[in-house]
């Protein structure tokens, strides 16, 4: 009997049994000035499964005026042996994850929902490149510490400040390029494509992950697809926030 195996770069699309569950906060460690990191427990974690790097889960914060309060995050981490999960929070000054995060303390609960689905990336590139601001970070995070030993990743990221680059264990050949708002001229937008613009493209076959605002995201993908002319089947573009409205996400292939 012959056996059929998956061509290199099969992107996996999966499901999730769409669950709401409530946990409780066990640690808090501030991982820089405006990124705070919240390790979560509780009993039906033991079977929680974000099979994606770049998985998003529903986190609700009550309801103002009758509508629900909710918010897309990344599972930093999970562990189903210890029933935990850690996600880390942007410390901005409004909207209700923030003020959430800027009050909550240990044994403070929240429910969460999802993920819905996952897309898995394998880990046969000959590169990756994951271009974001510090909304992506989580994500970043997950694929430098999953990739295989010696695997070349470059990141462009761009925050508020030095202060806000993160140490991130990996075995990966890891080239960080960290651009600082408080440094330097020009929007999200032109310090991004300039950073992208001047980078010297890798040999091979790479895949390429973006993240930050919307308008911000479209406008990278367009310089990686028709300046770069990269394969679009070997990259994904979201939009995690939109400029001027709360909560918004979208995806852009």
Not at 112 to 141: C, H, K, M, N
């Amino acid at each position: 009997m012959s056996t059929q195996t998956q061509p290199r770069h099969h992107i996996e699309r999966v499901r999730h049994e769409l669950r709401r569950r409530t946990i409780t906060v066990t640690s808090v460690i501030d991982l820089s000035p405006k990124m705070r990191r919240f390790v979560f427990t509780a009993p039906d974690l033991s079977d929680f499964n974000s099979a994606g790097v770049d998985d998003h889960i529903k986190l609700f914060f009550g309801e103002e005026n009758g509508e629900r309060l909710m918010r897309d995050f990344t599972p930093r981490a999970f562990d189903n042996a210890t029933q935990s999960l850690t996600v880390d929070f942007a410390l901005h000054d409004h909207g209700p994850a923030a003020h959430w995060a800027q009050t909550a303390q240990i044994g403070t609960t929240l429910d969460i929902g999802g993920p819905r689905g996952s897309q898995i990336v394998p880990d046969d590139f000959d590169w990756y490149l994951l271009i974001a601001d510090e909304t992506g970070l989580p994500s970043i995070g997950r694929r430098l510490e999953g990739l295989r030993g010696g695997v070349p990743v470059t990141t462009i990221v761009l925050v508020d400040s030095p202060a806000e680059a993160q140490q991130i264990e990996t075995q990966t050949a890891w080239t960080a390029q960290w651009l600082a708002r408080n440094e330097g001229e020009g929007d999200d937008q032109a310090r991004l494509l300039a950073a992208l613009s001047a980078l010297e493209w890798p040999q091979g076959e790479g895949y390429v992950w973006i993240a930050a605002e919307a308008g911000v995201a479209k406008a990278l993908r367009a310089h990686v697809l028709e300046e770069r002319g990269h394969p679009p089947a070997w990259m994904r573009a979201a939009g995690y926030w939109l400029k001027g409205e709360a909560g918004a996400h979208e995806n852009f292939g």
